[in-house]
């Protein structure tokens, strides 16, 4: 199946910054959700957009969707050392049911 | 309960042997899947349960094969399995099947090794 794909790969910065993820997609969705996996273990759901949205909010989580451009944004602000891990979008569309290949961040203290 | 367990946390067979992993959830939730996922890679769907009955199969390979006993129970059976099978397998659930506008629950995953 295909996948999304995700930028960047890895995000390194400092506790305290604020670290922007982009997805983007290939074909038409309904949904498109974020995903956090701390190293090894299960995912954890952040967020969920919808195509007729254009903007969530949860906390430090803030998502966009642009859907001309088939992209999605998480911004993380004021990073915390307990943020890193690995995110994932997952775009929900006709059918199919696919992950991105996901941001590794890492939070230095 | 808004959990996901999943067990054995850790298995390790050779390729002639017959195992399963098993997933349970109590969230009244009506469809479960299985994921495969290889290291610093993103979860890969397997399968598909909706109302207890199969209602995605990605093509995986029969050495898996899933059974979905009750709403509340999601099996993997493994037979014969390669040594490339080795991965963290990765089963979850959700109030009704994709297409609606429900969160996946995950459960912690059952770390797979095939010698």
């Known amino acids: 199946s295909q996948q999304g794909e995700e930028d960047p790969q890895a995000l390194s910065i400092q506790e305290g910054e604020n670290a922007t993820m982009n997805c983007s997609y290939k074909?038409?969705?309904?949904?498109l959700q974020w995903y956090r996996q701390n190293s090894g273990r299960g995912l954890v759901h952040l967020i969920l957009?919808?195509?007729?949205?254009r903007e969530k909010h949860s906390g430090r989580l803030r998502v966009t969707l642009d859907t001309s451009k088939k992209s999605s944004s998480l911004l993380i602000t004021a990073s915390r050392a307990a943020d890193t891990a690995s995110y994932f979008c997952?775009?929900?569309?006709?059918?199919?049911?696919?992950f991105g290949q996901g941001t590794r961040l890492t939070i230095n203290p | 309960d808004t959990e996901v367990t999943q067990t054995p946390k850790h298995l390790v067979m050779g390729m002639t042997n017959k195992k399963s992993l098993k997933c349970e959830q109590h969230?009244?939730?009506?469809?479960m899947y299985w994921y495969k996922q290889k290291a610093k890679k993103p979860p890969e769907l397997m399968f598909v349960?909706?109302?207890?009955?199969?209602?995605i199969n990605e093509s995986v390979p029969s050495r898996f094969s899933p059974e979905c006993p009750n709403s509340s129970l999601l099996n993997l059976h493994l037979h014969a399995l390669q040594p490339e099978d080795s991965a963290l397998y990765l089963c979850?659930?959700?109030?009704?099947?994709?297409?609606?506008?429900?969160?996946?629950?995950f459960g912690e995953g059952s770390r797979l090794t095939v010698l």
């Open positions: 957009i919808r195509s007729n949205e």
């Open positions: 969230m009244g939730h009506r469809a």
């Open positions: 979850a659930s959700s109030q009704d099947e994709r297409g609606r506008t429900g969160e996946l629950f």
């Open positions: 349960y909706s109302y207890e009955k199969l209602s």
């Open positions: 074909t038409s969705i309904n949904n």
């Open positions: 997952e775009e929900e569309g006709a059918q199919k049911l696919v």
